[in-house]
């Protein structure tokens, strides 16, 4: 199979995660691609192929005519995001002509609501029905590093040790539970879990999540005078007092924000939950202290008690741990230049499981897929970014 035929394959597996969940992987689906995917790195000549206690899939292509060469890693994730139905993926290939694509009779690919798309006018893309998201993120990681190690076997060429991992839940922020870097064997290693197929990021966010619990006071709305609290407004003024210029979409670049991720309210209990990120570490502290005085006014002002603050860290900017290893990021341009495609690095707006295990001791770039539009149900990836990037994984291989 060429790396197209395996994406249409795993779209096809629901592997949504959810947040909520506190088993690994958070949903038992995940498993279903893990044991397919599996068994095809069975086939394919892969040794040690296991599932770890939170369903990750690792597997060893030996070194070939090589020793004393660096272990390199190569990992995607197999759950999609929860932000949008990933059940019943339904893709079809469609050329795009310009201007309105429509995917069904109320939902469309346009220049406005999909940046960058007239890019790809005369392609191939990969598109849904407008019902669920796609899966490239990162299902087209998967299949991109499949196809790349299949490559690599049938050349017949010699090349580094390669460990191969398939990891659960990174879109909710677990991604590397489970694996022990010690016991992985990398001395490197590439997430491939970008976007545009010229991207490549080793900076990422600082990120944090805040779960606000408001307690209310309720009362008949007759003779609520000086007696009812209603959780519900002092949620919203909670939200209120957020930066206006601090939310994703009036950021960019390197700006940091605060996102309203969920809101259940009623007049006694509500519950916000509140991503924070930022690159800069100083500016992330900022952020989580604004939070925090944020939740103190309230209770001064309502009664002590009346907010309940959970603040956690999630993950830090892999920036610091990646410099000291700079010829992975110059192997990566290197690999898409002889490709045809001219690379740029770029800071990403979330984070990746290379995050976490740069800060393991792994260091981890991450490298991109093609896919656009994550996330949503007009995610779409154009079919010859699939080719392009399994060819430039078995370039960088080579060059180890």
Not at 176 to 194: M, Q
Not at 304 to 319: C, E, I, P, Q, R
Not at 356 to 379: A, V
Request: with cysteine; net charge negative.
């Amino acid at each position: 199979m060429n790396a197209l035929e395996r994406f249409l394959k795993y779209v096809g597996f629901y592997t949504t995660s959810d947040e909520e969940s506190e088993t690994s992987p958070s949903t038992e689906r995940q498993n279903a691609l893990g044991r397919y995917l599996s068994d095809e790195l069975i086939s394919l000549g892969l040794t040690d192929v296991h599932s770890d206690c939170c369903g990750n899939v690792i597997a060893t292509l030996p070194a070939k005519g090589l020793k004393n060469a660096p272990v390199l890693g190569l990992i995607a994730h197999m759950d999609t995001a929860p932000d949008a139905p990933g059940e019943n993926v339904r893709p079809r290939i469609a050329v795009y002509n310009g201007g309105e694509m429509k995917l069904n009779d109320s939902v469309s690919l346009t220049p406005e609501l999909c940046p960058g798309i007239v890019e790809y006018i005369g392609e191939e893309l990969v598109v849904t029905d407008g019902t669920t998201l796609l899966g490239a993120d990162d299902k087209a990681g998967i299949a991109e590093i499949m196809t790349a190690v299949d490559k690599l076997i049938k050349s017949g060429s010699d090349h580094t040790e390669i460990r191969v991992v398939f990891t659960t839940d990174e879109e909710v922020g677990r991604g590397a539970e489970g694996l022990d870097v010690n016991s992985l064997g990398c001395d490197f290693a590439y997430t491939v879990d970008g976007g545009r197929v010229n991207e490549i990021e080793y900076e990422n966010f600082n990120a944090a999540d805040a779960v606000i619990n408001i307690k209310g006071v309720g009362v008949h709305p007759g003779s609520a005078k000086g007696v009812m609290k209603n959780a519900a407004l002092i949620a919203s003024e909670f939200v209120m007092s957020l930066p206006e210029n601090e939310r994703p979409e009036n950021t960019d670049g390197y700006e940091g924000f605060y996102h309203v991720c969920d809101i259940s309210a009623s007049m006694t209990e509500a519950r916000l939950h509140i991503i924070i990120r930022d690159h800069d570490m100083t500016k992330f502290s900022a952020k989580k202290t604004f939070i925090t005085e944020l939740t103190d006014k309230l209770n001064c002002k309502y009664g002590s008690g009346t907010a309940v603050l959970s603040l956690k860290d999630s993950y830090y900017n892999m920036k610091e741990k990646i410099l000291p290893h700079m010829h992975l990021i110059e192997r990566a341009e290197n690999a898409l230049r002889e490709c045809g495609i001219e690379p740029v690095c770029l800071p990403i707006r979330g984070g990746t499981d290379g995050a976490l295990l740069s800060w393991q001791g792994l260091p981890c770039p991450n490298l991109p897929t093609g896919g656009m539009n994550f996330h949503g149900i007009r995610e779409y990836i154009p079919v010859k970014a699939l080719d392009i990037m399994s060819n430039a994984l078995v370039k960088i291989i080579k060059s180890f």
